[in-house]
């Protein structure tokens, strides 16, 4: 199936399964669904299985979005007490849209947990609470987290089944050109690897550390199957840096044996090391959506406190502080670790470089654990030059036995939904998806190519009283609100007043005024609005130290 075709069918509000190989294209068909979606007024609510996947799509863990965090089961109270959380109730309300990236990692239990907070809230006896559910991911890549027992995929779930989901397989790829390297990932893909293949990789070995041989780039990143290699090297690179090393040391509070399993799923180290100029990557969510995990960045300096100072990779500068990773049980609090949510970043996990595309990259296969794992360290690379091999093991070529046969009725269930829609009159489809967009309290407009944006239509204006009219044209034509304000001769909060009129008359649409507010201010501006349990706009604005106007809160609050 092709992107178009997936993003067809993604359109008509169907549950949909989207799949296919790496670098075919899944995150951009999504991307460009999400860009409709918007276009027409819908905002979907967009998570992830990982914090690291999240960090790819603008979104949040399905853990953190749905309420249910680290547990691995729910009892009935369990349930009760998350779904009467307001911020959480609030969210799962409001959601029309559910996206779920990196599904091949979601274990059917949290699947299934997530489903029930919905149900709960939603008080809808429907998967997910009667919410359109997107599911996106490849299963030859890496399986759930199973905790020393046998992965259970979300697919054998029965919520799964009830989403009665329609597989979008892409066929079409995108990364990687080379004929050679591709035969080698098919042949990782469909469980045939031959010996010849294994010589075509051999021809990409690279010696390690210290082992006389070719050189390997520099700036290329270090992939490992195991954190202690990661570790390692992490080390190695901090000690080449000038300067006195700064530490940071985690503080706990609880009971021993469950702090203890805070600091194993905490990203930052007990001991947290560092200089400046060191390379980092933030490991978890700010609450004001200055950072997310998987941030990276590098630390400049210290502040008068102490606390690290680091310029993120687009350019941003920010002063850290520690924070919290709880265990609550019956919502109370039960242990707790703090920590500055940093750690080095010069290498790697497998797990961590999942959903990214890279021209080169040196990676030690030679202890692979886990099924998919060698798959998805060597399809992050764009060409067989590409890669440089310090180790190799068999299992590294190995994917999950199980999924070699799923995958063939994920292939069979794409070829008929694709034969289904392309007997359809293309009216009959175009009706269903103006029927969805009705449905989702959204405003029809027309379609849009992949990966270009729909440029407004002056029909949209049709009907409008002249001077919303002059203004919706105008705030799309200008970069700033100030821009559009002078152009118009009018005060800023007058223009604002205009956009919340088109809003209530169902004519503004987030791509029409999105642009004036910067996405990290968006993010912000959001959560402080989530937090506060008014509809007043003077406790946000002093809740955000009175950084950003009345007229950007009033912008933030026009995309909830």
């Not at 809230?121 to 759930?144: C, H, M, N, Y």
Request: hydrophobic share 40%; charged share 25%.
């Amino acid at each position: 199936m092709t992107q178009a075709e997936a993003l067809t069918i993604l359109k008509t509000g169907a549950n949909v399964y989207l799949t296919g190989e790496p670098g075919s294209g899944k995150t951009h068909t999504i991307n460009a669904f999400v860009d409709w979606l918007r276009s027409c007024g819908i905002e979907p609510s967009i998570t992830a299985a990982t914090g690291i996947a999240a960090t790819h799509v603008a979104g949040m863990t399905l853990h953190s979005w749905s309420g249910i965090g680290i547990a691995e089961s729910l009892s009935p109270a369990d349930v009760d007490r998350i779904a009467t959380k307001e911020h959480i109730a609030k969210r799962i309300q409001k959601a029309k849209v559910l996206i779920i990236e990196e599904i091949s990692m979601l274990s059917a239990a949290t699947f299934e947990m997530a489903d029930a907070i919905c149900r709960e809230v939603r008080r809808v006896e429907k998967p997910f609470g009667g919410l359109t559910a997107i599911l996106v991911g490849d299963f030859f890549q890496l399986p759930p987290i199973s905790r020393g027992r046998d992965a259970v995929f979300a697919y054998e779930s029965s919520v799964w089944r009830e989403l009665n989901l329609i597989t979008c397989y892409l066929t079409e790829q995108y990364r990687q050109d080379d004929t050679a390297f591709l035969s080698v990932l098919s042949a990782i893909r469909s469980g045939d690897v031959e010996e010849m293949h294994y010589e075509q990789l051999r021809t990409r070995r690279v010696p390690r550390e210290g082992e006389e041989g070719e050189e390997m780039p520099a700036d290329a990143p270090k992939l490992f199957s195991h954190n202690a290699d990661v570790d390692r090297i992490n080390a190695d690179e901090l000690a080449k840096l000038k300067g006195a090393v700064q530490k940071f040391r985690m503080s706990a509070k609880g009971k021993d044996s469950l702090v203890e399993g805070l600091k194993r799923g905490c990203l930052s180290p007990e001991v947290l090391e560092l200089k400046e100029g060191a390379a980092v990557m933030f490991t978890k969510n700010s609450p004001q959506g200055k950072f997310v995990n998987g941030t990276l960045g590098v630390v400049t300096g210290f502040a008068a406190d102490g606390m690290p100072i680091v310029k993120t990779k687009d350019g941003r500068t920010i002063t850290t502080e520690p924070m919290e990773w709880q265990m609550e049980e019956q919502g109370k609090v039960k242990a707790s670790v703090s920590q500055i949510p940093l750690r080095l970043a010069y290498a790697m996990t497998v797990h961590k470089s999942q959903g990214m595309s890279m021209d080169a990259a040196i990676m030690d296969l030679s202890r692979a654990f886990e099924y998919g794992q060698g798959y998805v360290a060597l399809s992050r690379v764009r060409r067989l030059s590409g890669v440089y091999l310090t180790g190799l093991n068999e299992r590294a070529l190995e994917v999950h036995p199980e999924i070699l046969e799923k995958d063939k009725d994920f292939r069979s269930a794409s070829e008929a939904a694709g034969e289904a829609f392309a007997a359809m009159p293309a009216a009959e489809i175009t009706g269903m998806q103006k029927k969805f967009v009705k449905a989702m309290g959204g405003a029809w407009t027309e379609d849009i190519e992949i990966g270009k944006k729909k440029t407004a239509s002056k029909k949209s204006q049709a009907g409008l009283p002249g001077r919303l009219a002059e203004t919706l044209q105008t705030v799309r034509d200008t970069k700033s609100l100030t821009e559009a304000a002078k152009a118009r001769g009018l005060a800023l909060s007058t223009v604002v007043t205009h956009l919340e009129e088109l809003a209530e008359l169902g004519k503004l649409t987030r791509t029409d005024f999105g642009h004036l507010v910067p996405l990290h201010v968006v993010d912000e501006v959001h959560e402080a609005l989530q937090a506060s349990d008014t509809d007043k706009l003077s406790p946000v604005f002093h809740a955000l130290g009175g950084r950003y106007s009345f007229e950007t809160i009033r912008l933030v609050r026009l995309m909830r």
